[in-house]
């Protein structure tokens, strides 16, 4: 694959790795050729050029001996630089691939099972724990190479002189012993430089949620002093870490020239002694170094452990439960009756949904209404299919949700939630996403029916404006989310709570349009105002995770229970509905088609 | 390395300029010459600690060159040892003198990393006081706080090693120059000609550097964007279109890195040809240069020099230039840089059709003339008047405010409804003098608030938005922030009236430490409002500052807000909230309408709607 391209090309589109599939064993394995290539070049020169130097400055020719010495110099330089380049291009390789993976466990994954990664989280597993765990398999034949020469050098040190391979293996504990001394004295320094550090975050982060406040007051000044008062003592913690840096730095820069200093002492001795030569003691000298630098096979274990940790994150990614659909498709003009037999939904051992037998008939709305951690969530997300029920089936005119393919079920099953995600792009763009592309007039009479066109007419380039310039409070967010959900509604719409922020003038809008002017079908409204389930057809009432009882609104507020679900769900908010207590008072606009 | 690596490829952020470096780097360079040349004190003690440093490298090559020539060679083992003992010495002063090197250093990074937390601080405020979109971005001041540490972490690494580099170099050449001419005549040309190829690569390999963070940090994004919205994918079948623009980002990526690793290899072979070929040179030149009379004790020197001191030198710093210098470039850009432009600005005049909405009374939301100004009840200077006032948010977009017009006596309650999202919190703004129209005038007690300074708007009116500001602090602190010398009885009393007793009382009194964090919402804007109660401003502008308040609570608030001298302007989150105002400001986009509650059940449709619309019968008091 990649060997047939040359290095210094860009090829953006080409999906080496990008595809998922595993590299195989080749890049590694080039890696390892050079490197180890590289190690034995090293270990050989001191040998070959104390000898070449020795020659030169008895005979002044030094014979075969000089050719010899050019070869290794420029060998090492070449084989130097392909383990650069086969290490970059084995790590781009692996990179890609992980990442791939991940993101394909993540985007296939049921969307539930994604809770414990928040997207920072998400973000940071794909960039720098994928590359980490992309580094793996190149490290793992550095390290190797690594070995080779330190151990090689302490081999030909002890070929060279013994006395000073002696003095060498002696030294190198003690190398040890001050590298372990330096993480144990920044570490504490570290830690309150960065408790300051998020002490100044966090003033930071009151006042820019407190900004409206300052802006009016006037305060500003005042606000940027406080938030900047610790910056001193900062100051003050890092010139400490930088001084303990410097004492820990010093002491191990020091050692590796007093190993080397300690070993031309004793090799100066032989030299004296006549047991060694000039070159010789060159070599001498270069093999001490060498040998002192096994701290870097160390490095590369660090790093090797460290990307198994990351690849392990990537791989929670990459194992997510995934969503399959299967490949049958919905009856034509089917009604949109949904059904749900025997669901069960377990979460962390306990079951947060029952639902033995329901029936919603095609085209009527439903309010799905009960108290916080009641399962209405999780009811919405069941009868759409966001999750697969743990026992049981859920059916959508009899074909059970799990064997529709992805089209048939995400074109007929529309969502809107509290609180939308929007994505990208521009305001039209974002009511535009779905698996059917409706035409732009389709979005407008969407948004429209969402209350969303007023203000979106309002925003400087209306539909046109990025989502991430347009200044939308939550409700405005809120209502984009329906209009995204009434431009592909198909014969099911779930709505979450999706007109929680809403006002309940606009809510009533909202509802109006909703029967006037989106394609009728099957409606399943969870709700917190007893408003939304006296205008539904039926109301399922849910507690603890089963269905409690199933009517009219006006046959349940009979019930205290069923009228204390809106006195504490609505809490004060819902003034302007019903208080708990009164009769509910039926609407004047004519009813719908019961069931 | 968790999220630093992660928090340096955000960096980029997609508002930021993209260019192959040179644009940034222009920018930076004023104020790092003006920063450095302010440190000219520090730079001079760095550069006589590197100096010592360089000192020292030159005594170990030298040291041990001597020793063997005149010791161990001569058959004097002694004397070579006392050579020995002198590199020994120069060896172990090296310890002492890091530490002058980082001494110096933080006199570098630590003003540095001030500046830019100040910048930032500072860049964040204006931002948020501008009222940038999408509200509070928690993101960047993450993002920021590990900004600013990339920043000071490679300019010391970049410091750091290209300092020592130089003096390393200048220490090593210098002892080449000591030991004899003539060695530099054989090590020179291929240690420059190496160095020359590595600067050579410097610019591109800065370039493919940031190209490569910047599909990182798209990539990145990416992957965050699709967990956020994981689950908006999956409701919309959109999971597959997200896949393969990962893909494409994924094999973006690859290329960047592909390339990167074609320039590290550039920079691996400069390496050795700085690093090797001058080893290889003097083994070559043995021949010419013992003719020249370098002795064998001045090669071994050499080769010391060469590999103890030039070649780690060399190593460290093609690393560090590499990297480190092109994340610094991007961090400071991005902290630094210009500021992306944020809010869009209220501009141009439009025409549309006016509203009117005088003194008492209903306005009937037929098109009144702008110049109209009729007479109001009571004193000259009206709390607030507003004149024709109207406000868009660009060229195109309708108008959010369309030439109001409103008066409001001193001493008034007026309450404000409409559906959400048509332009109360604009109204409030404007009036607050924090916004300013488009067209038309805005006085508060007959004075333009437009372009005045906050300090004082702030004697004019408070303003109290719906997210209540509280900070760590004391309750005190808090509850006094808009009147610094108030009275201890005049809090107490504020505490008394608003209901705050209980809140005060577990939070340890005035004096107690205030986390905001474990404030309910309903608790902070408790304290927001007794705060405003204290506040000298005779106009109070409540933003639906109640909206987290059970209904009792707010009408004890109101109640008690109401009762202070002065005027008060509410934005009604509810409608109980609303009657007990004097007038009614009914806003629906196409019209406003103001008058009492009975009055405007017989003149506004969308008032009734709002008071009872689903409920049967004549719209009744809540």
Redesign the interface.
Known sequence: M?TSRP??R??????????GSAPGRAPEALVLLCSVGAAAVAVAQPLV?GR??DL??RD??AGRW?PL??GL??G???L??????F???C???W??SI??RA??G????V??S?RP????D???????NA??AGGAPAARAALGASLITPLGALVALAFVDVWVAACVLTGLPALALVLRTFARDTGASVAAYQRT??L?????????????????????DR??A???AP?AE??AQ??HM??L???A???S??LV??L??AA??VG??R???GHLS?GD??AA??YA?LAAGIGGAATLLGALV?AREARRRTQELEWMPP?KYGSRRLPQDGPGELELRGVRVVRDGRQVLRADHLRVPGGSTVAVVGRSGAGKSVLAAVA?R?IDPDEGHVLLDGVPLDRLT??A???E???A?ER?????GTIAEAVA???RQPAPEQVRHAALAA?AD??V??????YDTPL??????G??HQ?LGLA?AFA?AGRLLVMDDATS??????E??VNLALRRSVRRGTRLVVAHRP?VA??ADLVLWLEAGEVRAVGTHRELWHRAGYRAVFGTDT???G??DVTPGDEP????EPEEVRP | ???A??GA??ALD?DGPRDDGTGALSRLAPPARRFLARRKGVLARLALWSLAESGQAFL?GYG?AR??DE???A???RR??LW?AV??VA??S??????????Q??GL??PL??GL??RA??R??DR??R?G??G????A??R??NQV?IA?DSF?GLVLTLRSFVFTAAGALLGLLSLNPALLVVVLPPLTGGLALFLCTLRPMAAAQRRALAT??A???H??????????????????R??RR???L?????????????W??????A???SG??P??AL??A??WL?ARGVS?GA??GA??YL??SLLPALHTLMTALGAAGARLLVVLDRVLGPVPDA??RATGPSQAVSTACHGRGCGTGARASADVVRPVPGPAAPAVDLRSVTL???V?????LDALDLRVAPGEHLAVVG????GKSTLTRLV?G?LAPSRGEVRVAGHLVTGR???E??AL?????Q???????TVGDNLA??RTDVRRGELDAAVRVLGLELLVGRLGGLAGPVR?AELSPGERQLI?LARAYLSPAPLLLL?EAT?H???AS?ARAEEALTARPGTLLVVA????SAVRADRILVLD?VRAVCGTHEELLGCSR?YR???G?????PPQR?
């Open positions: 990649w290095w210094g860009q090829t953006p589109r080409t999906r080496e790795g990008a595809d050029l070449t130097l030169l400055l002044g020719d000089l010495s050019a110099l420029l090492e330089l070449l130097d630089s392909l383990t650069s380049l290490t970059g291009r790590n781009a390789v990179t890609a990442r791939s993101l394909r993540l985007l296939r994954a969307p539930d994604a990664h928040p997207p920072g998400v973000g940071t597993r794909l960039t720098l590359a980490d550090q998020s100044i975050a966090s003033r930071l982060l009151e006042a820019l949620d407190g900004a409206a406040t300052i802006g009016a007051a006037g305060t500003g606000e940027r406080r938030i900047l910056l900062l100051a890092g010139r930088w001084a840096h410097g004492r730095l010093g002491r820069n020091v020239p007093l080397t200093l031309t002492a100066g001795l030299l004296a002694a000039v003691l060159l000298c270069r170094q460290r969503l759409g966001l992805r089209e079920l995400r074109t099953v529309a969502y939630f939308p995600v929007l994505g990208e996403t779905g698996s209350g007023s203000f007419q309002r925003l400087p380039h209306g991430a310039e347009a200044p939308l409070s409700g405005e209502r995204r592909h922020s809403l006002d309940t003038a606009t009533h809008e408003s006296d205008r809490g004060g908010t003034a302007e008072v039926r609407r004047h | 390395m968790t999220s690596g992660y490829a955000r997609a170990v041990v020793s063997v010791g161990f060679l058959g004097d083992p070579g040892l020995l590199a020994l060896v172990l090296g310890a002492p003198v890091v530490r002058g090197v980082f001494a250093l933080a990074t630590e990393r001030d937390v100040r601080v500072d964040s405020l948020a006081a009222g979109p999408g509070t971005d928690r993101a001041v993450s920021l706080t540490e000071r010391a990182d940090e990539l990145g994004d992957a965050a964007r699709s967990r956020a919205a994981l689950r908006d994918l999956t409701a919309c079948g959109t999971g597959p997200a896949e990962g893909a494409d994924v094999a973006d990526a690859a290329a960047q890195a592909r390339t990167l690793a074609g590290a290899t550039v920079r691996t072979a390496l050795g040809v090797q070929l080893v290889l083994l070559v043995v021949p013992r064998a090669l071994l080769f010391t590999v103890q809010a869009p868009s948010y660009g195109r977009a309708e108008p959010v559906p959400s999202g048509i607050a924090t300074a906050a300090a708007l702030s009116r408070v303003l109290v938005p997210e209540a500001y509280v900070f760590s602090g922030y808009l905001p927001a933003d909206c308040l059970d209904p707010e989150h509810r409608l109980s986009g969308l709607d709002l008071t619309h689903w409920q049967a019968g809540v």
